[in-house]
């Protein structure tokens, strides 16, 4: 579908610099995705990831794949299209998590000159894959038995190190060995109930954040024995689940979480364990996925499940905080579109203009991943709100 074509451009308020919110082309999935991922690797940041996952009620079978497409740029009247490169079955997609670049050495178990892909899997098991015009299984290890794994996220400390969690409420560092393999660290008991996010923070190397159905937050030194206690725990700011965590990277103190009580929550790293900053309305279902703009600072997007996909923009002003709603895409989207059970949401790590980003969004019902495009009507703003050269 060329950008002329969308049924969805709408123009709304330019209170937070967003002119344009527009549908640029779309993908149907054979099976439902649940988590899409831009690569940020430098050159590479046209490929996306997608997820898949289907439950065969029948048989009990979980059934998925992980997907890579290419995102390709045709003249002014064709647009953008999806080129799909590759597909690996496997047994259901919760969660992919892009790392870096790796070279390969003579002495290495496997050859990979493109990024690295962890993959979260339903039947409870971490994947690595070598991404390029193919996928690559490096290596796989299972991590949580007769459960899922929810999440994965790369540790920042240590580029060869990843964080998981479980349905069964445990935590797992895992490591990339030299030979390919991969070797558990450590594993520990981090919540009563299912876990479904964790994520680590730039700023503090070595911590990582969880978040479970028991409504916690706690915060890990990865440093310490998996007896340790940690960090922190707030236990009073979410009133169900905590569905998905997110560092701002244009202010590495701040982060972001969602929840099953339908609202996002920001948190100053330094008092995680208090009250929020600023919290959002109720966005009418929960916020299931969070990604924050790469350049354009307090910008935040969000897999509403039901409630489509909200942008919100932090007014961090001292004398009135908010967290409010700038527009939302697929917004009251009935059963059987796009946005009707969203669950991922990612922006790509380039503009693809002046003032143009994309997004992508993975729909489950309709089974339909959507890349669409926000302009920007005030200019590139960085981390202290100040304007920035695109290009």
């Known amino acids: 579908m060329g950008s002329g074509e969308s049924p969805d451009c709408i123009d709304i308020a330019s209170g937070c610099g967003v002119s344009v919110l527009r549908t640029e082309c779309e993908v ?56 799909s490169l590759d597909s690996f079955p496997c047994a259901g997609v919760y969660d992919v998590a892009w790392g870096p670049p790796v070279s390969s050495t003579a002495d290495s178990a496997y050859d990979c000159n493109g990024p690295l892909l962890a993959v979260a899997r339903a039947d409870g098991s971490m994947q690595l894959c070598c991404i390029g015009q193919q996928i690559n299984s490096v290596a796989s290890l299972s991590l949580v038995d007769e459960s899922i794994l929810t999440h994965v996220t790369w540790v920042a400390s240590d580029a060869t190190c990843l964080a998981a969690v479980g349905q069964n409420g445990h935590a797992h560092l895992v490591k990339i060995c030299d030979d390919g393999t991969l070797e558990i660290l450590m594993q520990w008991e981090a919540h009563a109930l299912e876990t479904w996010c964790v994520e680590a923070s730039t700023s503090n190397p070595h911590l990582i954040i969880t978040g479970a159905d028991d409504g916690f937050m706690r915060g890990w030194d990865v440093r310490e024995p998996p007896d340790a206690t940690p960090i922190f725990t707030n236990r009073r700011s979410h009133q169900a689940g905590v569905t998905a965590l997110a560092f701002d990277p244009l202010n590495e103190q701040q982060f972001a979480s969602g929840s099953y009580d339908e609202r996002v929550r920001v948190f100053d790293l330094r008092d995680a364990a208090r009250t929020p900053i600023i919290e959002s309305a109720q966005l009418g279902d929960g916020a299931y996925h969070l990604a924050w703009h790469p350049r354009w600072a307090g910008i935040l997007a969000v897999a509403g499940m039901r409630s489509g996909l909200p942008l919100l923009q932090v007014d961090a002003s001292p004398e009135n905080p908010q967290l409010h709603e700038c527009t939302r895409y697929a917004a009251n989207a009935s059963e059987g579109q796009h946005g009707s059970l969203a669950y991922g949401v990612s922006w790509q790590s380039t503009s693809a203009s002046d003032g143009l980003w994309f997004a992508a969004s993975a729909s489950f019902y309709d089974k339909s991943v959507h890349v669409w495009s926000v302009q920007n009507a005030v200019g590139e703003k960085d981390g202290l709100g100040q304007p920035v050269q695109v290009g």
Not at 30 to 48: K, T
């Open 28 to 83: 149907a999935c054979e099976l439902c995705p649940d988590v899409v991922e831009w690569c940020c690797a430098p050159s590479w940041s046209n490929y996306l990831a997608y997820g898949t996952y289907e439950l065969n009620e029948a048989t009990s079978v979980r059934n998925g794949a992980i997907q890579i497409a290419y995102l390709e740029h045709g003249d002014a009247n064709e647009g953008v299209a999806l080129k």
